[in-house]
């Protein structure tokens, strides 16, 4: 094989793991953006839960805070997922 084929190829091979990548990426950001869409969602609970509790006039329960720290930790997770997936 001459220089020439083996520059053909070299080129073919990088084509193909160039769009191979540039896919990979471009799912990747759409996972990333439909799961922080759905992060958000949790965010608005977070949120209005987090108000309900630091208000001294709305009664909570030690079950209701439970189940809004379950929030929050899944949430924190569902960050760190997304982080994940943007640094690789």
């Known amino acids: 094989m001459d220089m020439k084929e083996e520059f053909d190829k070299l080129v073919e091979r990088l084509k193909t793991e160039r769009d191979e990548i540039n896919l990979k990426m471009h799912l990747a950001s ?3 953006k439909e799961e922080f869409a759905e992060a958000e969602k949790k965010w608005g609970q977070i949120k209005v839960k987090a108000t309900e509790i630091a208000d ?6 030690d079950e209701y805070i439970a189940k809004a720290k379950i929030v929050g930790e899944e949430l924190k997770e569902t ?6 997936r943007l640094s690789e």
């Open 30 to 32: 759409m996972d990333a």
């Open 56 to 61: 001294g006039a709305v009664e909570t329960s």
């Open 79 to 84: 960050y760190r997922r997304i982080a994940k």
